[in-house]
């Protein structure tokens, strides 16, 4: 069983920044593939990030040049960095961690950018 704790959240003005963490329970990152979803009211969840356990990247085209998803492995910890933040970026986030039939999500943090 693997517990992932996000934090971060929290309201911003368009163009500002926020960081995400996700504190994963154990260290997991050498074998799952972790991520970063959000949703916004009324819509489906939608990916924003991944990281897999070589480094390799991938980012939903909307969020391309604004986020950078990393990890700290001494820590156990998945950070998403978002910059030039948009008040279409606001949604619920939430950090996963899969790995073959293992797919594990943390509680969700808010986001808001808003004037």
């Known amino acids: 069983q693997v517990q992932l704790v996000e934090s971060g959240g929290g309201s911003v003005q368009p163009g500002g920044s926020l960081r995400l963490s996700c504190a994963a329970s154990r260290s997991i990152f050498h074998i799952y593939t972790m991520g970063w979803y959000r949703q916004a009211p009324e819509k489906q969840r939608e990916l924003v990030a991944t990281?897999?356990?070589?480094?390799?990247?991938n980012y939903a085209d909307s969020v391309k040049g604004r986020f950078t998803i990393s990890r700290d492995n001494a820590k156990n910890t998945v950070y998403l960095q978002m910059n030039s933040l948009k008040p279409e970026d606001t949604a619920v986030y939430s950090c996963?961690?899969?790995?073959?039939?293992?797919?594990?999500w943390g509680q969700g943090t808010q986001v808001t950018v808003s004037s």
């Open positions: 990281l897999t356990p070589g480094g390799n990247t």
């Open positions: 996963n961690g899969r790995w073959s039939t293992a797919n594990y």
